[in-house]
């Protein structure tokens, strides 16, 4: 669906970028259908704008009851073989991946 | 001044420290060095879909005990992050770190400066994540161990503050040095328990801008954080003398070539798309936990310094190597509580002490004997029982086989011999078989004494009393003709 200009709160190129760092590999076709989906998602956040927020601190998240915590316990058994079972590929206990190059 | 000097270097450290927990920090699984791989891993530290992650209350508890001994603000409200990107040894794709309110703010920490006023390196922050697992790469793949996934993870960055390679290797010292005191972590480089990366920038003296920075990563000695910053300053000094422009960009350190080199570049490495994590509510800090954490902090390296400086008689340089490691502080301090001189106690703990400790592979607790024996030994010294080599000797014995001081002085035969008879029968035995030599000493050469003396003590196998050596063969020599016993040298010159 092709999106005017006006209304492209992110650019092709944001686009891209974005796709980059999430690994995504995109045509053209879907460069465009990203970008009027990405660009109503933000158009919809935008809305908050609209609200009188100067007195409200920077909230992470909602409800105070703060994190849980647990103590410091060993509880996990090892459990090499069940934690190997899905893997595509092993070497003795190692995961075996396709070879990284830094 | 010459152009060399026209540059400065600016460099800031980020540390990342292991915290001395049993379990991870967001899961129970244990927290060791060394396991077979993939065996202390669990749904929640492999990142498996669905798992929820459940704060470590230690963790919290070693961080604010850090964040005291540095003097940081310990933040009441405090959030975690997750920071995004792709590596095979990051299993959820991003890691759970901090980055706005972080645990710990503003604090600092004071290097030694011999005896002036301690130099202060303002600290940026000090917050928490999780480290990543560990790869290992083979010809034709890569393979992927996620024990150390999860594992807690301290990340103190200072402020650019220091000036020289050596300040930085100082700086990193007294950092560990505070841990170690601490109990927080052991402070293994080589381990990968304590890790260091570099900022380094070089500017015109006097500019009050930075200018471009590199990091530089892997190093895992204090040796190689030296040299590779020294490095680094001489590379981008010589680079703007030049004429050119420093690259912001990520350097690794190479030990076998000795120098640094850029990383393949990542353009987009460093866009973390930070958000808060979503499966961790805020975090609070109760003031209560930080004021019990405060009413029980132990000493740190600075304070016992200044305790030394001010209570104890010893030289900058002595309280420098007796307070690096809290266990050889505790040691010394032990031995003269014991009854020993301030001065032999450290004089031996400087010494024997630390020399059996970094001879062994064992633990410092292991590899010495308990100071109470060590003090024993020693008084046998302050009371002329064995000489101070024998004590030596009788030490190192005891290092290995557990004994006490008494058993091993007996079981050595290091007793001194003091008895006047057994020393003058020696002497006698000495001086007629020397008789060459006793000729030239009464015609002057008096330094021939020491001679004699030597020649007791080693027919004795060193064991005799030098004191009543000293006083059988001045007898003897007076007697056989001049010069006078008070003429003579007091000992061995």
């Known amino acids: 669906m092709p999106l005017r200009m006006a209304e492209a709160k992110i650019s092709l190129d944001g686009v891209r970028h974005v796709a980059r760092l999430a690994r995504l590999a995109l045509d053209a076709q879907e460069e465009a259908k990203l970008q009027h989906d990405l660009s109503s998602i933000l158009e919809y956040v935008e809305k908050l704008t609209e609200l009188e927020l100067s007195g409200v601190e920077p909230t992470a998240q909602v409800g105070d009851a703060g994190t849980p915590m647990r103590d410091d316990v060993v509880t996990n058994e090892p459990a090499a073989d069940a934690v190997l079972a899905n893997a595509p590929a092993r070497e003795g206990f190692w995961f075996k991946v396709p070879k990284i190059i830094e | ?493």
């Open chain 2, 1 to 493: 001044m010459a152009i060399s000097d026209a540059y400065e270097a600016v460099i800031g450290l980020e540390v990342h420290t292991q915290l001395l927990t049993r379990s991870k920090i967001f899961c129970g699984c244990a927290n060791e060095f060394g396991a077979a791989p993939n065996h202390n891993v669990c749904p929640v530290c492999m990142g498996m879909p669905g798992v929820l992650p459940v704060f470590n209350r230690r963790v919290l508890e070693l961080t604010i005990r850090v964040g005291l001994a540095t003097h940081s603000q310990i933040s009441e409200r405090s959030i975690f992050a997750r920071k995004n990107y792709f590596y095979p040894d990051l299993p959820k794709g991003y890691q759970i770190s901090q980055y706005e309110r972080p645990l710990c703010v503003g604090g600092y920490i004071e290097l030694p400066t011999g005896n002036g006023a301690p130099r202060r390196i303002q600290l940026a922050r000090i917050h928490l994540e999780e480290d990543a697992g560990k790869n290992i790469h083979r010809p034709t793949a890569s393979l992927v161990d996620f024990n150390r996934s999860g594992t807690p993870l301290l990340e103190i960055v200072s402020e650019p503050e220091l000036r020289s390679a050596e300040e930085a290797t100082a700086y990193l010292r007294e950092l560990r040095s505070i841990l170690r005191y601490l109990e927080v972590s052991d402070g293994n480089m080589e381990e990968g328990s304590f890790r260091c990366d570099a900022n380094v920038s070089v500017r015109p003296c006097g500019a009050t801008e930075l200018g471009a920075k590199t990091e530089i990563k892997n190093l895992n000695s204090f040796k190689f954080v030296e040299k590779a910053i020294k490095h680094e300053i001489e590379r981008q000094t010589a680079v703007l003398k030049a004429g050119g422009k420093i690259m912001q960009e990520t350097h690794l350190w190479d030990p076998e070539r000795g120098e640094t080199r850029p990383m393949r570049s990542k353009e987009y490495a460093h866009d973390y798309r930070y958000f808060p994590e979503p499966d961790l509510p805020e975090l609070y800090v109760p003031p209560e936990l930080v004021e019990q954490i405060r009413a029980q902090a132990p000493e740190v390296p600075a304070a016992r310094r200044a305790r030394y400086a001010r209570d104890l008689s010893l030289s900058a340089y002595e309280i420098d190597v007796l307070t690096q490691e809290r266990e050889v502080g505790d040691y010394f301090e032990a031995m003269v509580a014991a009854g020993i001189e301030t001065k032999a106690a450290a004089n031996w703990t400087m010494t024997e002490v630390l020399r059996a400790s970094n001879e062994s592979t064992e633990t410092f607790s292991n590899a010495v004997p308990p100071p109470a024996q060590t003090a024993a030994l020693l008084k046998l010294v302050a009371q002329n029982e064995i000489s101070l080599n024998a004590a030596k000797t009788a030490f190192a014995a005891m290092c290995k086989s557990g004994q006490d001081a008494a058993t091993t002085v007996k079981a050595l035969g290091l007793a001194q011999v003091s008895d006047e008879a057994t020393i003058s029968q020696v002497c006698d035995q000495v001086l007629s078989a020397e008789a060459d030599k006793v000729a030239q000493f009464h015609a002057g050469r008096e330094k021939l004494f020491g001679f004699f003396v030597g020649q007791v003590v080693k027919a004795m196998k060193g064991n005799a009393n030098p004191k009543v050596v000293n006083e059988v063969l001045k007898r003897k020599l007076a007697m056989a003709g001049r010069p006078s016993p008070s003429d003579l040298p007091s000992s061995g010159a």
